[in-house]
């Protein structure tokens, strides 16, 4: 899945207007992409027009309550997967850029 940033936004500064991003997962139906500063941060669909719809085959869906989209590749799809990432805790510091590199390999 690819997102084009719509425009300049001052309340994200890491992102360019104009700028393709790589969707690497959607959490409360917000995308999760590896912004400019290569941080993997979650980002309203709103400020984005989707380029590309397609989604890799092996993201596992699930939908909350209210009916909001979470959607990820199995290995970054455990609960508090991305506030160990954040923490820095390395075991899912590696799974993420191994997650992320074996996306890309498949969209490639």
Do not use: C
Not at 30 to 38: A, P, Q, V
Not at 70 to 97: H, I, R
Request: proline share 8%; net charge negative; aromatic share 16%.
């Amino acid at each position: 899945m690819i997102v084009r940033l719509r425009a300049s936004n001052p309340d994200f500064p890491a992102l360019s207007e104009g700028q393709d991003y790589f969707v690497i997962g959607i959490e409360a139906d917000h995308y999760r992409i590896l912004n400019d500063e290569g941080k993997p941060y979650l980002y309203p669909p709103a400020l984005f027009d989707l380029m590309d719809t397609d989604r890799p085959v092996d993201w596992i869906t699930e939908y909350g309550e209210d009916g909001e989209e979470y959607s990820y590749p199995p290995l970054l799809n455990g609960v508090g997967f991305f506030e160990d990432y954040f923490d820095q805790k390395p075991e899912q510091v590696a799974m993420f850029w191994h997650a992320l590199n074996l996306t890309l390999a498949k969209a490639a």
